[in-house]
């Protein structure tokens, strides 16, 4: 089983809302990723997790805060977002191997 | 020389084509190319990789063809299918320099566009 699940599929939040964003993979993957997506662009990578532990964050504004509860479970915490945050969030996980990376559906955010 | 420049920005062939997407790539430190497809409003979805001891990879109708000396590869769609129409992009990364996560270096992508 090669599944990232993400939820909600769509959100739509105002700017002074506070929403969160939640990934589950149960392949025993120790490594998972938050990556945003504008439309025609490729994935960018936000935040990366290794072992629970934050590994990356690619200078991502505060408005934006991880949480990986455990080893399966990844968040997303959103407030004081701006309109131009509003894209496609995608979550992914990658196994022992280090390579194989697995995306998620994603979640569509709009930021009114 | 983080970047990985891919080629072209979009394509249109017609069904049974072989339409053929190209990367390049300057950090020779990289070892991991994989491929992504993805569908409008989907996530992308792994397609095919290949590391750079082998000089092809073949799964069904996708190939990878991969030189290392002039720091490029390829994806090659056989017989392609209205249903292979998505946005295709290829990806480098250097597994050994991070502890346990890999970070994918991507290209800009290519919009795919198969016709009946």
């Known amino acids: 089983d090669t599944e990232v699940t993400q939820t909600p599929k769509h959100l739509v939040m105002g700017m002074t809302n506070k929403k969160s964003l939640k990934c589950e993979q149960h392949?025993?993957?120790?490594?998972m990723y938050w990556y945003k997506q504008k439309a025609k662009k490729p994935p960018e990578l936000m935040f990366v997790?290794?072992?629970?532990?934050?590994?990356i964050n690619e200078s991502v504004p505060s408005r934006f805060s991880p949480e990986c509860p455990n080893s399966s479970l990844l968040n997303l915490h959103l407030h004081a977002l701006q309109p131009e945050d509003s894209a496609l969030y995608l979550c992914?996980?990658?196994?022992?191997?280090?390579?194989?990376?697995?995306f998620g559906p994603g979640t569509r955010l709009t930021v009114l | 020389q983080q970047q990985v420049k891919q080629s072209p920005q979009s394509l249109i062939v017609q069904k049974g084509g072989i339409p053929i997407i190209n990367c390049a790539y300057e950090?020779?430190?990289?070892?991991?190319f994989p491929w992504y497809q993805q569908f409008p409003g989907k996530g992308p979805a792994l397609l095919i990789a290949?590391?750079?001891?082998?000089s092809e990879k073949k799964e069904g109708r996708f190939t990878i063809s991969f030189n290392k000396s002039a720091k490029q590869f390829s994806l090659h769609i056989m017989d392609s299918q209205p249903g292979d129409s998505a946005t295709y992009f290829c990806?480098?990364?250097?597994?050994?320099?991070?502890?346990?996560?890999?970070?994918?270096?991507f290209g800009a992508g290519t919009r795919l566009a198969v016709h009946p």
């Open positions: 992914a996980s990658s196994g022992l191997a280090w390579d194989e990376q697995f």
């Open positions: 392949m025993g993957h120790r490594a």
């Open positions: 997790y290794s072992y629970e532990k934050l590994s």
């Open positions: 950090n020779t430190a990289f070892d991991y």
């Open positions: 290949i590391r750079p001891d082998v």
């Open positions: 990806a480098a990364s250097n597994r050994g320099v991070n502890g346990g996560y890999n970070k994918l270096i």
